[in-house]
Structure formats: C-alpha cells, structure tokens
C-alpha cells in the first residue's frame, strides 16, 4: 500500500514539480529504499527526498486532490472490552464523531476534582496537570493525564477535568475572566451602566449586532484585556489576587480606549455599508466580495473574538476595503488580478486552519497570525496610501508560508 499511496502522491503533484520524479516507479523504489516511511509522517519525508535529489523545495500544500479512500489507513475505535466504538478512514470524522463519548468516558475515570457553583477563588491551588490509573478491562491499571481548568458558566464557574491542553488553557482563560467579573461586581456594574458613548456607537452597528449583544461582547473584550492581558494565567489563590490588583489598576484605561476603538469601528462600518449600498449593478462581483470580507472582519462577537493587538487596526481594514470600491472602476483589471493573488493565499490557509478544527488541534499563533498578515496584504495591494506596518507582499506571505509548512 505505501508504494500505491506514493505513486499517487508524485501524479498528484502539478505537472511543472511532477517532472522532475520520473520515471515515478524508479523513483518510488529509490525513495523507499532511502526511507524509512514507518517513522514520521509520509508527504514531508517526501517533500525533503524530492528536494533532496532536484534542489526542488514544497510544501505539503502542493499536492492537489484528496487521497483515494482505498489508499488510507482504515481506523476501528475500540473500548476497554474490546467493543468497537467506531470504524472508518477518515480519522479527523472519526475523532469528532467519537470525541464528546471520549471526553465523558474520560471525566468518568477521574479523580473527584469537579466542583460547580463557584463564585471565589475558595477551592486551593488548581495544578496544570493530574495524574491517575484507570481500571482496565483485563485488570491492568492504566495511567492517564488530565488537566484541571475553569469553566465559565454565566451565573458561575465550575472546575472541570480535560482530555487536551489546548481545550483547558482556552476553557480556563474564560473561566478566570468571569470569576474576576465576580470579584470585581460594583466595578463591572457600574461599566455596564456606562460604556463611554455607547449609543452612538451602538446606534451606528445596530445593523450589525443588537445593543445588549455589543454591549456584553464590549465588557467581554475589556474584562479579558483588563484582568488578564499578556499575564500568565493563575493557578493559586495568591496568584489570582495579585492579578485582580492589577486589574482594578487596569480598568478604566482599557474601558476608555475600548471605547474609542469601538467608536472609531463604527464610523469606518457606516461608511463602508453606505457605499456597499449606492454600489450600480455592474460591480455586483467586487460588490459580493467586500460583503465576505466586511463578514470576516466584523462576526456577530469581533470584539472579544479579535485579538486585543488587532483590534487597533480593523478602522484601517474598513477604510482600505471602502478605497477599494471607490478605486475599481478604474482599475478593474488590476483588482482582479490582485484578488485572485488573495484568493489563492486565503484558501490555503482557510483550509489548514479548517483541517486543524475538525482534528481537534490547537491552532499555533503563527498560523493564526498569518490570517492577519493577509488583511495588510489586502491594505497594501488596494489602499497603499494607508500604509502597512511593515513590508508586505504575496512574495514574502508565500515565503512565510513554506516556513509555517
């Protein structure tokens, strides 16, 4: 079967790479006996034989197609009766499909560490990590790794035990924010009773989100800058009151700014949906592709889903995607061009990150910083007078690309 999949590999290739591995027989036989494909993972090994042998450096993004189901591996999911759970080749369905029984069947082997109800920080420390046997079927005991975090749940925060890392540290994060809005209620309530300018605003995206819903998206925002920041998460009780000091300290600050950016956001929203909608029928393409961009720069919660060091910049995204529209009946072939250039680079990365979801995979900051490299590039192909913090272009994206592969 490895044989099959890597003739099917090297044909996948575009004709202009898939050239220099023929004739594909002999070199399938070459790298297999160069290689051994047991070890690690197939299509980087093959990535590096190829550059090996030609000088001819790919990614694992250009290959085209999806393997034939034939030539994939077939999965059976068992219990520890040996009871099939599920069975199929597609892992990452298989894993999505079973992963809600795994992590029940999981907490339900774990030590008596949950707790519910919580409003303070009374239950000790909380470690990283935690350790403990479990029972198997043929008598054997079996050690597993959990990892305790919070759980944000509105009215209150419980403790509770995950199967991954990357699942606790993004449910923890939550959790801390919504005991700290706990801890510091008459400060909360009096923000919430009075967001500097937030009917105008809230007037200007009405269109957008409802006011309660900005409204609770915007403390939301302002308690995680605020009461965590770039601060490590606690883990202690002495480590939780020291950050709700600074907390305190931080507060109006960050409300203030929020505000403004908030403010500034809105303006720039207005501005680009009154020229969205004075658009003639004839630029109904460019039309329909700024209403997708305007979607993924502004989803119904942006401002607590969009990164605090980002935010700053959505004003600019907005104003370079209105210039674009003013621009392009003049420069229509340009536009294009320059369109089909970020099509290509989008794709790319909408579908690893995409992959990664399904799989159940944290998402790793250079990856999602990339997404925003995108959007300078966006400011610098369409709005250069706008300007770009640093150097960008689809050259050094495609660099970057190679690297983050």
């Known amino acids: 079967m490895i044989r099959d999949k890597l003739t099917w590999l090297i044909k ?8 220099v591995c ?18 690690g993972a197939l299509l980087p090994k093959l990535a590096g034989y190829i550059q090996q042998r030609t000088g001819l450096k790919l990614g694992v993004d250009d290959w085209q197609g999806e393997l034939p189901e034939h030539l994939c591996m077939n999965f059976r999911v068992v219990d520890d009766k040996n009871r099939e759970l599920g069975m199929g080749r597609n892992w990452n369905a298989l894993r999505q499909q079973l992963g809600q029984a795994a992590q029940l ?15 303070q920080w009374d239950f000790g ?36 035990l995950f199967d991954t890392a ?28 009075g967001l500097p300018g937030f009917n105008q605003y809230a007037l200007l995206l009405r269109n957008l989100i409802s006011p309660d819903a900005l409204r609770e998206d915007l403390l939301t925002a302002i308690a995680d ?12 009780n002495a480590e939780f009151m020291t950050l709700k000091q600074r907390a305190r300290t931080r507060l109006p600050a960050v409300a203030e700014a929020s505000a403004r950016l908030a403010q500034s956001i809105a303006v720039e929203y207005q501005e680009l949906t009154q020229k969205l909608n004075s658009l003639p029928n004839a630029m109904s393409r460019i039309k329909k592709e700024a209403e997708a961009q305007l979607a993924l720069l502004l989803p119904a919660h942006f401002f607590s889903q969009t990164p605090w060091e980002r935010l700053q910049h959505l004003p600019r995204y907005l104003k370079a995607l209105k210039l674009r529209l003013e621009k ?19 794709l790319r990365w909408s579908e690893r990150v995409e992959a990664k979801r399904k799989a159940g995979e944290e998402i790793e900051p250079a990856l999602a910083d990339f997404r925003w490299l995108l959007e300078e590039l966006r400011v610098s192909l369409f709005a250069q007078e706008l300007k770009t913090p640093f150097p960008v272009s689809a050259k050094r994206l495609d660099k970057i690309w190679v690297e983050l592969s």
Not at 12 to 19: D, E, F, G, M, Q
Not at 138 to 160: C, F, M
């Open 12 to 19: 996948a290739l575009p004709k202009t790479y898939r050239r």
């Open 22 to 39: 023929v004739p594909v027989p002999d070199f399938v036989t070459a790298f297999l006996q160069a290689n051994p494909v047991a070890e």
């Open 105 to 119: 069947t999981f907490r339900s082997a774990s030590p008596d560490i949950e707790k519910t109800g919580l409003k």
């Open 125 to 160: 420390d909380l470690p990283k990590t935690l350790s403990f046997n479990r029972q198997e079927s043929n008598g054997e005991r079996r050690q597993l790794t959990g990892y305790p975090a919070l759980e944000d749940q509105k009215d209150s925060v419980s403790i509770k």
């Open 166 to 193: 990357a699942a606790a540290n993004q449910a923890h994060r939550a959790g801390v924010r919504r005991l700290m809005r706990f801890e510091l209620k008459e400060q909360m309530k009096q923000l919430e009773k």
């Open 225 to 236: 800058r605020a009461f965590i920041g770039e601060d490590d998460l606690p883990r202690t």
């Open 328 to 346: 392009y009946p003049n420069s229509v072939e340009r536009d294009t061009r320059h369109a089909q250039e970020l099509a290509r680079l989008w």
